[in-house]
């Protein structure tokens, strides 16, 4: 059973930083992509930002592009999102995901696992 554990989230005044992490378990980690999605309330969930096997090829929502980056440890089995200069429109939910490939994607169908989610909640 494959177990993902986001952690890091909490509250944060508009123009900070948190960083997010996630915890993979029971999986093969280091062969396939990771990615970061979030549900704000009452809206769909969006993606976010999403990264191959390897570290080596990253994509971004429009939205959090140049603000947020991801990145994985293949050794620890972990993928963070560090955001920087949070805006309100970041508050939502955040979670992590895992493929059985190792391409990234930008579709949540096309995930596999789901972690449970971590709450962020930017405010002025």
Known sequence: QVQLVESGGGFVRTGGSLRLSCAASAWAFST???????QAPGKEREFVATINWSGGTT????????????????????????????????????????????????????????GQGTQVTVSS
Do not use: H
């Not at 396939?32 to 979030?38: D, K, S, T």
């Open 32 to 38: 396939n992509a990771m990615g970061w999605f979030r």
């Open 59 to 114: 994509s971004y929502a429009d939205s959090v592009k140049g603000r947020f980056t991801i990145s994985r440890d293949n050794d620890k089995n972990t993928v963070d999102l560090q955001m920087n200069t949070l805006k309100t429109e970041d508050t939502a939910v955040y979670y992590c995901a895992a493929r059985n490939r190792p391409d990234p994607s930008d579709e949540d169908v096309k995930y596999d696992y789901w």
